[in-house]
């Protein structure tokens, strides 16, 4: 089992930046693929960003290429999403993901409890 909470969430102005903590718990993190999701209301989850258990493999859906980042310290069991150039259109809670790298964007095994981004413009 692993357990994932994240943290970081809040309310930024557009143009500005937050970083999502996810603080993993449980069975060894560093074997696990990691991703985050985001959900706006009305719409679907969407995967926004992932890495393999490696870090030698990254994913970013094209609406956040080049202003989000995914990154990990396996010291200390956390996977961070640096977020950048903030658009309303980002607003959503997100969610912390582990998994197998070839599905963790699509079906991850692990889900944590969410953090809310909201974005004025």
């Known amino acids: 089992q692993v357990q994932l909470v994240e943290s970081g969430g809040g309310l930024v102005q557009a143009g500005g930046s937050l970083r999502l903590s996810c603080a993993a718990s449980g069975r060894t993190f560093s074997r696990y693929a990691m991703a985050w999701f985001r959900q706006a209301p009305g719409k679907e989850r969407e995967a926004v960003a992932g890495m393999s258990g490696s870090g030698g493999y990254t994913y970013y859906a094209g609406s956040v290429k080049g202003r989000f980042t995914i990154a990990s310290d396996n010291a200390k069991n956390t996977v961070y999403l640096q977020m950048n150039s903030l658009k309303a259109d980002d607003t959503a809670v997100y969610y912390c993901?582990?998994?197998?790298?070839?599905?963790?964007?699509?079906?991850?095994?692990?889900w944590g409890q969410g953090t809310q981004v909201t974005v004025s413009s």
């Open positions: 993901a582990a998994g197998n790298w070839i599905r963790v964007l699509t079906t991850p095994d692990y």
